[in-house]
């Protein structure tokens, strides 16, 4: 098992910026996928960003690119999620989550921490 914590949400103005936090313990692998996602309400799940722990590999979704950054720190076994430039329409709840290697399907996810942009 897998247990993946958020931190970091928060209140910010458009145009500010917020880092979020993912603490992930338990029976992690190097090979694993670290990925970000967030839902706004009434609104499908949306895929932020992902990295992998052992490669700088990184992929991020159309509406984030250029403003988004992920990162990890594999000693603290943490992954971060820099958001710059934030808009209204960023406003959702972010949630981290896992991907055993060779899985399709993120299996392990956080209770998500809630980010709200005000314009």
């Known amino acids: 098992q897998v247990q993946l914590v958020e931190s970091g949400g928060g209140l910010v103005q458009a145009g500010g910026s917020l880092r979020l936090s993912c603490a992930a313990s338990?029976?992690?692998?190097?090979?694993?996928?670290m990925g970000w996602f967030r839902q706004a309400p009434g609104k499908e799940r949306e895929f932020v960003a992902s990295?992998?722990?052992?490669?700088?590999?990184?992929d991020y979704g159309d509406s984030v690119k250029d403003r988004f950054t992920i990162s990890r720190d594999n000693a603290k076994n943490t992954v971060y999620l820099q958001m710059n430039s934030l808009q209204p329409e960023d406003t959702a709840v972010y949630y981290c989550?896992?991907?055993?290697?060779?899985?399709?399907?993120?299996?392990?996810w956080g209770q998500g921490t809630q980010v709200t942009v005000s314009s």
């Open positions: 989550a896992a991907r055993r290697y060779g899985v399709r399907q993120y299996g392990y």
């Open positions: 338990g029976r992690t692998f190097s090979s694993d996928t």
């Open positions: 990295i992998l722990w052992n490669r700088d590999s990184t």
